[in-house]
């Protein structure tokens, strides 16, 4: 049995998502994959050195793309590594001037992520290519409000956005801890995860039963 987490709304399942397929039923992918960045956070908190599992090369990332196809997904990524085959365009997320330190010898922050738009069948108005949502302070595992939980933990607000631009029911192959389902969720969207993790699993089951409450605040 793979289903961690289920109510009307979402399911959650805990293992390889290029396993358990169900995700592929979805009419929309947005998705926070890991893509060769090989991510370590050695700041402590009660997970001590956080890591992103497969996150050495974008084989998973690459390999769930191509079983979705050309329909509508929106992926995040970063300019560093290679974009996902049949990238249409690049959305910006600005995440306000609390970010990482990136690299010291450069007299800028590193506080911009891409995000990229693949396949058709998107909806809603026309906006600009530039989000701006505060990202979530803190050091993973931290016991204090308002931190992380992930190591690229994505605001809920954020994710609320991006479901608006999409049909249908959301998938996500690479759920974490559950940011794009509690924002569907929120939405009145129905959606689909996995996740690799079973940790990562507690957390976003924990933040589904929790209910719908207001969304993050945008920058």
């Known amino acids: 049995m793979t289903i961690y987490y289920q109510d009307d709304a979402v399911t959650l399942h805990h293992g390889d998502c290029l396993e358990i397929l169900d995700w592929l039923e979805a009419d929309a992918l947005i998705t926070d994959p890991p893509y ?26 690459d390999a769930a793309m191509g079983l979705w196809g050309d329909r509508p997904a929106l992926v995040f990524g970063r300019w560093s590594e290679p ?47 530039v989000l701006k949502h505060l990202a979530i302070a803190g050091t993973v595992g931290q016991a204090v409000k308002g931190t992380r939980q992930h190591p690229t933990e994505k605001p809920t607000s954020l994710m609320a956005e991006l479901i608006a631009k999409t049909p249908g029911v959301i998938a996500d192959p690479f759920a974490g801890s559950g940011s794009t389902l509690v924002a569907a969720a929120r939405l009145g969207r129905k959606a689909i995860g996995v996740e690799l993790e079973e940790r990562y699993c507690e957390i976003a089951a924990r933040r589904l039963s929790q209910g719908v409450l207001n969304f993050e605040e945008p920058a």
């Open 83 to 129: 974009r996902p085959v049949g990238t249409r365009m690049v959305l910006t997320w600005e995440k306000g001037e609390h970010v990482g330190m990136g690299d010291l010898s450069l007299p800028w922050k590193p506080n911009t992520e891409e995000i990229y738009v693949i396949g058709s069948g998107f909806t809603g108005r026309r906006d600009g290519s």
């Open 36 to 61: 060769g960045m090989g991510l370590s956070s050695r700041r402590g908190g009660s997970f001590g050195e956080s890591r992103i599992a497969g996150d050495e090369d974008t084989a998973s990332r």
